[in-house]
């Protein structure tokens, strides 16, 4: 997610000499100065330095440990941190940031890696309009953004867009193989699922795009569409679906609690 920020905000304007990469691994220190022409070293507190707003994109339980080793520099600095740090709450952060150092929460998404990701974000009182202004104009280069009113609504926002894509992935994969068991060819089959998942999101994007509206334009009663349908309501698809949502919502809680590991790697811009 990080590599997908850099990117989207070379693409939005801002210039590689604005952002400074914080990377604890060579080859991807390296891999980010070929591509991106930006400034990428293993020193997280060399890589914040002058920042005023700090990404942090790093798995859950090491959100605390990177954050803790840079406090003393933003007590000098007071940037903006917005982490992408799934299920770690802004108490964490900013308990591990130091007093005054206001905390944005974001939850992108896969898509992000093409321009075309969705971000929840949310923000306690203390973070300033400018501030959630910014934030909002990192995460926009890589996609749309959605505010949320509390911290529990992003472990929901996790659970429907944070991990959606893999939901989407894993239906059409399902559909290509029992096409393919109906006697396609498994190329045919696969291309078939995934270019019907593909414009099926675009009409979903339309400006009037509702999302039942759709699906009631393509069920022609005592048509296929329907026989299909009927199928998966009889087997509780939509029970199937709450249960998966509500499953991930959880496992979003529950990383909210995971203990901390020691392992850096700090996105900055």
């Given at each position: 997610m990080g590599r997908a920020l850099v990117g989207g905000l070379l693409r939005s304007g801002t210039r590689p000499e604005q952002l400074s990469v914080g990377e604890h691994d060579a080859a991807a220190r390296a891999t980010l100065g070929r591509d991106f022409g930006v400034s990428a070293c293993a020193d997280n507190a060399q890589a914040a330095a002058d920042a005023s707003v700090v990404v942090l994109a790093v798995k859950p339980p090491d959100a605390v440990a990177t954050l803790t080793a840079l406090a003393d520099l933003f007590a000098r600095q007071r940037p903006l941190v917005v982490s992408v740090a799934a299920g770690v709450r802004t108490a964490t952060l900013k308990g591990a940031c130091g007093a005054g150092v206001a905390v944005v929460r974001a939850m992108p998404n896969r898509p992000a890696l093409l321009g075309a990701g969705i971000t929840g974000l949310y923000a306690a009182g203390d973070v300033s309009p400018a501030q959630r202004a910014s934030a909002q104009g990192v995460l926009g280069c890589v996609g749309e953004t959605v505010w949320v009113p509390s911290e529990e609504a992003l472990d929901v926002v996790t659970a429907l867009s944070g991990s959606g894509p893999a939901y989407f992935?894993?239906?059409?994969?399902?559909?290509?193989?029992?096409?393919?068991?109906?006697?396609?060819?498994?190329?045919?089959?696969?291309?078939?699922?995934?270019?019907?998942?593909?414009?099926?999101?675009?009409?979903?994007?339309?400006?009037?795009?509702?999302?039942?509206?759709?699906?009631?334009?393509?069920?022609?009663?005592?048509?296929?569409?329907?026989?299909?349908?009927?199928?998966?309501?009889?087997?509780?698809?939509?029970?199937?679906?709450?249960?998966?949502?509500?499953?991930?919502?959880?496992?979003?809680?529950?990383l909210a609690t995971a203990t901390p590991g020691t392992a850096p790697g700090l996105r900055i811009s």
């Open positions: 992935f894993l239906l059409a994969q399902l559909m290509a193989e029992a096409g393919e068991r109906l006697g396609l060819e498994a190329p045919a089959a696969q291309r078939l699922a995934s270019a019907t998942l593909y414009g099926s999101g675009l009409l979903a994007q339309a400006a009037d795009a509702d999302l039942k509206r759709l699906r009631a334009e393509v069920t022609s009663s005592g048509g296929t569409t329907e026989a299909a349908v009927r199928v998966l309501e009889g087997a509780d698809l939509r029970g199937i679906v709450a249960a998966a949502l509500a499953a991930a919502a959880q496992r979003s809680r529950e």
